[in-house]
């Protein structure tokens, strides 16, 4: 740190000799190169287990595990909803979703028919980063809002390339209807339980979701086999035409949702199945993010931040992933559903380690304002994180509110968890507890013998409901 900023110094004295627009030049590159480019990749339900590094015995993810060997890898870090929508309004934002009107028990999520989306008065990192001199670009899916005025173009992203919500939306039903079986009942399509041949053995022509630039759809029911290519293309493309000054860019895959598409290349290339391809081609895109920031010279300053939405959609069975040891998936609060697989890499800045703290997809915009040397001044949920990733510091989240939908259904504080609604979201007489330093899998409600945890934590659940205030929903409109 002291030989770089002497060098600095030291150029800056030297260059000063040159001509003015030569100096004003070398001021803006020096400006550049004090603040780091930040890259968020960003997956769609996968699980917690689904990384070599985590354990999968049948999938192979090199590039991932080598992040994880040189970054941090944190073991307790959160989403801030276990399904898609509310979980990319909290990353986005900083906030919980319920403070933005993100977060439903009726509509979990945004659908193609949906008249809302987030907020213009909610503050995106792309947005904040923008207004501190940062190239923003985005590249895949969105979810936050399909009509022009809540896409990426109008939240801060200088450009975006992907879809607007999941890949499973635009359902062409009646070429669906027509390759099932004749018992098939359009009830299917809604309750993916009773899964039909569309969802074993897929064709992107059995979903018109649009494929879009900025406000342009290109194309309708674009070749999925050809999404995970396509959206590292561009993130590439972004990163080369964005190299000279500081830079955000918000790769968010479109998969391992269902339907499951890979490119030819990763077509059988994984013991685990289709499953298994999938992941492996996204940990091939994670290398090509790596490799163009090492090939262009910027990856000493560039944060890299890998993590998914939310946990696997096990009603899909091996094609939907696995939370490891972890109770629940994803659309359950249970560690399953919200603990996600999460990596920091920045070489020579970000000291190796395993991380235990508890971490949420809420601290990102708090950690990225602070390296890109700004401030907050409005309420957020996060915090910065700066000093455990630079110092390993002593994390400083203690606590983390799990909703399902606009309910609060679980609140951690510690190493203790209190559930007060059950697997079937109905309120419990009693809370469960669980110690997740010694029960991760949430297994041994140890509630009766620790009445006085029990009590704390529903006096802290109820405290941190009484601060939120009510808002327009943007899921029911």
């Known amino acids: 740190m002291i030989y770089r900023s002497l060098t600095a110094l030291l150029m800056s004295v030297l260059l000063g000799a040159c001509s003015s627009e030569s ?8 400006v550049a190169k004090d603040k780091p ?8 339900d996968m699980g917690y287990g689904d990384m070599s590094n985590s354990g999968h015995p049948t999938i192979k993810t090199y590039n991932l595990d080598r992040m994880a060997a040189e970054g941090q890898k944190w073991t307790n870090f959160y989403v801030a909803a276990s399904v898609c929508t509310p979980s990319r309004a909290g990353l986005l934002t900083g906030r919980l979703p319920v403070r933005s ?5 009726q509509r979990r999520v945004l659908f193609p028919d949906s008249k809302g989306g987030l907020p213009q008065t909610e503050i995106t990192i792309a947005e904040h980063l923008k207004s501190l ?12 809002g399909h009509l022009p005025e809540y896409l990426p173009t109008s939240n801060g992203f200088d450009s975006w390339y992907g879809i607007p919500y999941s890949n499973d939306m635009d359902m062409n039903l009646d070429l669906v209807a027509s390759v099932n079986d004749e018992d098939w009942e359009r009830r299917h399509v809604i309750h993916p339980e009773n899964p039909g041949v569309h969802w074993k ?5 059995y979903w018109d979701v649009p494929l879009m630039q900025g406000e342009e759809i290109l194309e309708r029911a674009p070749d999925q086999h050809q999404l995970t290519k396509s959206y590292t293309e561009k993130a590439v493309e972004f990163i080369k035409a964005n190299k000279e000054d500081p830079f955000f860019l918000y790769l968010a895959h479109s998969m391992p949702h269902v339907p499951l598409f890979t490119s030819e290349e990763f077509s059988g290339v994984s013991t685990a199945g289709l499953y298994g391809d999938v992941i492996e081609e996204i940990d091939w895109s994670v290398g090509q993010v790596i490799k163009t920031l090492e ?6 300053n560039t944060m890299v ?5 939310n946990g696997p959609w096990d009603i899909y069975k091996t094609l939907g992933g696995s939370a490891g040891m972890l109770r629940g998936a994803k659309g359950s609060v249970f560690e399953g559903g919200v603990r996600e697989p999460t990596i920091f890499s920045w070489p020579g800045k970000i000291q190796p380690a395993i991380i235990h703290d508890i971490g949420s997809t809420l601290d990102i915009l708090p950690t990225a304002s602070n390296l890109a040397g700004g401030s907050l001044d409005y309420q957020v949920d996060g915090y910065d994180l700066t000093e455990v990733l630079t110092e390993v510091e002593v994390g400083p989240r203690e606590e983390m509110f799990f909703y399902g939908g606009d309910v609060l259904r679980a609140v951690r504080l510690g190493r203790y968890k209190a559930h007060f609604y059950d697997e079937n979201r109905e309120k419990l007489d009693q809370p469960w507890l669980y110690d997740l330093n010694e029960d991760p899998g949430e297994k041994y409600d140890i509630a009766a013998d620790n009445p006085e945890v029990v009590a704390r934590l529903a006096a802290y659940a109820l405290q941190h409901e009484q601060g939120v205030v009510p808002v327009v929903n943007q899921l029911e409109r």
């Not at 100096?23 to 020096?30: K, L, R, Y």
């Not at 931040?305 to 939405?309: I, P």
């Open 23 to 30: 100096g004003d030049a070398t001021a803006s590159q020096q």
């Open 201 to 205: 053995n897929p064709k992107s022509e």
């Open 305 to 309: 931040v890998f993590t998914s939405d």
């Open 101 to 105: 009107g993100m977060a439903s028990s």
């Open 133 to 144: 001199g940062y190239s923003t670009g985005m590249v895949g899916k969105w979810h936050l």
């Open 37 to 44: 480019n930040i890259v968020i990749i960003f997956t769609d």
């Open 295 to 300: 090939e262009e010279g910027l990856s000493e």
